[in-house]
């Protein structure tokens, strides 16, 4: 089964949207967690085994890992999803971007060692950084193209032919990367024009879509600007709003983290 | 000392504008080593010790780690350098490119973890991708602008009023993030025209020039389109051609990479 073929089928089965982004932060762990060797590991599989109810894709952030020496509780998380959820794609976030011998081993990080379904990457250096990992028949790239951020216009909103150039970007990646039905973009959830734009673009490639919950993204206004005609075609990400969440009185971090990811599922299920 | 004055002083005292790339290839490991638990940190210092008097920089690319699960090698082979040859400045070629939060966690990679005096980076998701870093003021980034490889072209010579997107990376970069000395720019040795337009536009900036050795740049072309007036100014980047240089009789790997460091240390000087 390829990536898309997963993740239509996980759209499907789920009746989510919703993709649970894994950043784990020491600081904001639950008291319980502070100072346990395994805290990291041990937190995510709680928020998994709490909200995979409601979500189409789990996204370990992999910098929240490497911060602290942390990969080998990134594999044990990633082998847990695996064994435990196999039908929810594994979004690996790397946003790797290099030369193709440098690229191989990127895929290998992603599609071996962490056995994810998909990996971000940056597409600043061209196809040929890409190419590698779309050598794995049966996984996928997202590529960035609109970010979330404020300073992602710094680049993306260049113009180029009379376009800003991360419309270049969908527009290089559907007509010509995609040639083996492996890719998506990131278009961030803060700027739904341009989400929508994208989407006219690039017919039903799937979007990850960062930048509801803690950045603050309309639910709404993100949902009708990227859904296909089917309502599906995103990966909606929240990550600190459902890790986070601020428990309700007796609520523990995975009742606290399982209820908000229902009430995003069913926020974004409302707008389909 | 900050990144740029450590850079300075090692480009006078080691009379070098060298800088040796570590891509450790199991495949490629002489046969003394292969299947050794250690192989990659002693490959890599077995390097470091036979290359370091023609090297202005070592640049370690976390890829090779990554994909083998070799970050504890990489933390050892850092920490080496920084015993061993503390004037020599350690680039961590990353190529990281997030929004502000990750990009912390990303800087406490390079510069906790690991130590480097200086990270490469990606700018497409613009300046608060990149700002976190610069909370270092010690350390340095290398963001990429023109790179080596053939798909460098797809992005970065797309036409931004009237000049190809790269130089308004490299405008970017030295009128607005640059403003307390701690950035460099990427750009390929493989387009020495491109690299003498950078250099114009970026006064005495640092650049890290891959693309000699392996990847076939010209030396001369590119010392020549790349040097401040001071003769400085470039970490020419060899890794391959260094690393598995192949060996004249009676010649083990080690002093091969010597031989082949020193040449092209020399090869570079003459053009100075």
Not at 12 to 22: D, M
Not at 48 to 55: C, H, K, L, R, S
Request: glycine share 8%.
């Amino acid at each position: 089964m390829t990536f898309i073929e997963k993740l239509n089928a996980a759209w499907t089965s789920r009746n989510s949207l919703l993709c649970v982004g894994l950043d784990p932060d020491l600081k904001k762990f639950p008291a319980e967690l502070q100072g346990k060797p395994d805290a990291i590991f041990e937190f995510c599989r709680a928020i998994i085994d709490a909200t995979a109810e409601a979500a189409c894709a789990f996204k370990p952030q992999i910098a929240y890992f490497a911060a602290l020496g942390a990969e080998e509780q990134l594999e044990r998380i990633c082998a847990y999803l695996r064994s435990n959820y196999p039908d929810i794609p594994l979004v690996l976030d790397a946003k790797r971007g290099d030369i193709g011998a440098t690229a191989e081993q990127y895929a290998r990080e992603a599609f071996e060692r962490y056995d994810a379904d998909v990996v971000t990457v940056s597409p600043y250096m061209g196809w040929d950084s890409v190419s590698p990992y779309l050598e794995w028949k049966d996984r996928g790239v997202i590529v960035l193209c609109r970010t979330s951020n404020a300073g992602g216009s710094d680049l993306q909103f260049l113009e180029v032919d009379g376009k800003p150039l991360y419309q270049h970007v969908a527009r290089l990646v559907a007509e010509k990367w995609n040639t083996n039905g492996q890719c998506g973009l990131v278009v961030g959830a803060t700027f739904p024009q341009e989400l929508a734009q994208v989407r006219a673009i690039i017919g039903d490639m799937p979007l990850l879509v960062p930048g509801v919950g803690a950045q603050g993204g309309d639910v709404q206004a993100t949902v009708t600007a990227g859904k296909t005609a089917a309502g599906t075609g995103m990966m909606i990400n929240s990550s600190r709003a459902i890790l986070y969440a601020t428990p309700q009185a007796g609520e523990d971090f995975a009742a606290a983290a399982r209820r908000v990811a229902i009430e995003t599922r069913d926020a974004i299920n409302r707008f389909r």
